[in-house]
């Protein structure tokens, strides 16, 4: 179990009109980002012209103007349609080192990568193409930009467990190229113990385990993710709120969320930002996270996610911003003397605050 870290006394000292600065410049860690969702419309087009790809959207603010989402699977047509331009290794580069540098200037020190596999091997891609562009450009960014990151391969729910089976088979050879394996796409009607052999199998091989639950579908697939899958982290989680006893259960074991503030908005599981489930969860002791999703599409990267929050609750201070920025490491899938490294530089940022 994580174990929460002790706010550094020069918090108190921290008066609210500094929030916006610490938001920036707090280091911070981003657990919840799907790579292909980092695709910008611009990025899409020139891809699409190097390699040819015919795209059903005239131009870029044709493609931007469709970004106007109901519900997760409206999201989804859209997103598996952008990741067609990706072919070659060097485009997976290209756009997680876009993703990388958005991060960067973000505050994020640290980003946990997902990726998913899945929509590329069956256009034809091979997993090394993917997974040696993502890597190549993890290496650029700890260099360039000291932002350090991990890999999560995906699997996609809408699949089946075979196909999911055979996944994790074409990436063995990459093996310690990724840190562990989550679970996302369509969530209603494919719930987590879909892949409860697939998990055993990936937790036998010493891969970290999270998994997409509680975003649209019911409290019962948070449950299921915990028992059945035995995730270290829920993704989204956000619907827990809806059953008192599960909030608790989570905080009682510091399960993290990884949740997405624009995200739920854009897709409609909360109508207005005022609306949004975060600060209760915080104040029930959840181990809550902030993160982006797929910023491409929902409006915003990493930063931008913490100041729609706070903008949008006044009760939010510098309190639960470090609180916030405080539990993104240590629900990262960093190890003991890294995390506390963090925890101390976020620590300095407070104190240069308030001084
Ligand atoms: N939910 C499920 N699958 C996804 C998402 C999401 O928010 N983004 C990309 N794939
Ligand atoms: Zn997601």
């Known amino acids: ?56 959207y005239a131009s870029v603010q044709a493609l931007r103007a469709a970004y106007a989402f109901t519900d997760l699977q409206s999201f989804l047509d859209i997103y598996y349609a952008g990741a067609s331009v990706l072919l070659r290794e060097e485009d997976f580069f290209d756009m997680a080192m876009a993703y990388f540098r958005r991060a960067a200037a973000d505050g994020a020190v640290h980003a946990e990568l997902f990726f998913d596999p899945q929509t590329h091997t069956a256009r034809g891609v091979s997993m090394g193409t993917v997974v040696e562009g993502l890597a190549r450009a993890q290496a650029q960014a700890a260099d360039e930009l000291g932002v350090s990151s991990a890999l999560i391969l995906c699997f996609l729910r809408h699949l089946s467990e075979e196909d999911a089976f055979a996944t994790l088979e074409a990436a063995l050879p990459w093996r310690e190229r990724f840190v562990g394996v989550g679970l996302d796409s369509s969530e209603r009607g494919h719930p987590p113990e879909k892949f409860s052999r697939v998990f055993a199998r990936c937790r036998a091989l010493g891969l970290r385990v999270v998994a997409h639950a509680g975003e649209e579908g019911p409290p019962a697939y948070i449950r299921t993710a915990l028992d059945d899958l035995q995730v270290e982290r829920i993704d989204h989680g956000v619907r827990c709120a809806d059953d008192p006893a599960l909030v608790v259960e989570l905080a009682r074991r510091r399960t993290p969320l990884t949740v997405c503030p624009l995200s739920n908005v854009k897709l409609c599981v909360y109508p207005r930002m005022e609306d949004h489930a975060l600060p209760a969860l915080l104040r029930a002791g959840l181990c809550v996270t902030v993160n982006s999703d797929d910023p491409a599409y929902f409006g915003g990267y990493l930063l931008e996610n913490y100041r729609a929050l706070f903008a949008a609750h006044p009760a939010l201070g510098p309190r639960e911003a470090w609180q916030l920025a405080a539990n993104s490491f240590e629900a990262s899938f960093a190890d003991a003397a890294t995390k506390a490294r963090w925890q101390q530089a976020l620590a300095v940022a407070v104190q240069s605050l308030a001084d």
């Open 1 to 56: 179990m994580n174990t929460p870290t002790t706010p550094p006394p020069a918090l108190e000292r921290l008066p609210r009109a500094r929030l916006p600065d610490l938001l920036a410049r707090m280091p911070k860690a981003e657990l919840h980002i799907h790579i292909e969702g980092s695709l910008e419309p611009e990025l899409i087009f020139a891809l699409a012209h190097r390699n040819g790809v015919a795209l059903p």
